[in-house]
């Protein structure tokens, strides 16, 4: 009942992002990102930066998986990520297929269990690109 | 930085002397509100209300404040008026909702209606986020006890959920239960 009205909550702010040219060269190293991104804060009550995460950015037609775009407090991408709801990785008739990766080069990659958080509330992976070095994941860290 | 919210709502009843209260040496049973924590670790894996059970007396008020900085989280009733989920609150009782709170936002509500009541968070019930109040008496005025996995109609609580209540007896017994 509660995720429907989410849903539908989200559907209706991403609107206006439909009339939008949905494969410009989207501009994505620098926030805010060019094309249908919107920051997630603007659409769920999550805070606006994200310790360990950072600011994130997400076109809401892509929900839950993503790419959610990951900003340091400086504006800079650091991270790719995406959200892949636990029980459908478990369903053998589900897959994520062809997700976007705008970010480019990856560092390395983190996947860790994520008990859920306001747009995408049921348990989910984060499969994190990391676009900076492990060094520098500290930029996202508080 | 976000002001904190605070909402106060008055659930009604009619307030009755607890015999349990002599025994009670408790320090929840002797503060005017009581808190209770929304946390949660680093990346997000695990989320808990801390305490998870409390004794309070009829007409205390109980207060969640959200100290995970990474996540918002809710504490809602189980009561059919709040996404159908299961009534787990004393029949006369009026359920709650606080809607999203993000770090540091509160939300307040008095208990008067003695009894059991077991609440959620809505983005993490699934992950066992819940939590369990018992005002006086367990089966007091209210009439319902909730204290089983027994629930009546709605959306059923899941198992994560249900696993994660603490009981009634060790409520009564300690006064309080932290988050282990
Ligand atoms: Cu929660």
Known sequence: MFLRFAVAAIAALAMPALTLPAFAADQVEKAPPSGAYKKVSTLVKLPDFLPGLGQLYVDPNTLPAGPFLAYDHNGKLVSTVYMLPIEDLSNKDKSFDNLAAPGGKVDHVDVYYNAGHPGVEKPHAHVVLWHVSKADEARVAK | ?180
Do not use: K
């Not at chain 2, 006890?145 to 009981?167: C, H, I, K, M």
């Open chain 2, 1 to 180: 930085m976000t002001p904190t919210r605070r909402h106060i709502l008055r659930v009604g009843g009619v307030l009755l002397a607890a015999p349990l209260a002599a025994r009670l040496a408790g320090r929840a049973w002797a503060e005017d509100t009581v808190e209770i924590v929304m946390r949660g670790n680093a990346d997000g894996s695990q989320v808990w209300f801390d305490p998870i059970g409390i004794l309070i007396r009829p007409g205390q008020s109980v207060r969640w404040i959200n100290r995970d900085p990474g996540n918002s989280h809710t504490s809602t009733a189980y009561h059919p008026q709040n996404s159908d989920r299961p009534l787990r609150i004393p029949a006369g009782a009026t359920p709650w909702n606080s809607d999203y709170l993000l770090p540091d936002e509160s939300f307040s509500v008095t208990l008067t209606v003695e009894g059991t009541y077991d609440y959620f968070c809505i983005p993490h019930e699934h992950a066992g986020m819940v939590g369990r109040i018992v005002v006086g008496r367990p089966g007091g005025l209210g009439g319902s006890t909730v204290s089983s996995s027994a629930s009546q109609g709605g959306e059923p609580v899941p198992d994560e959920a249900l696993r994660a209540f603490p009981a009634v007896d060790e409520i009564l017994r300690r006064g309080i239960v932290r988050h282990t």
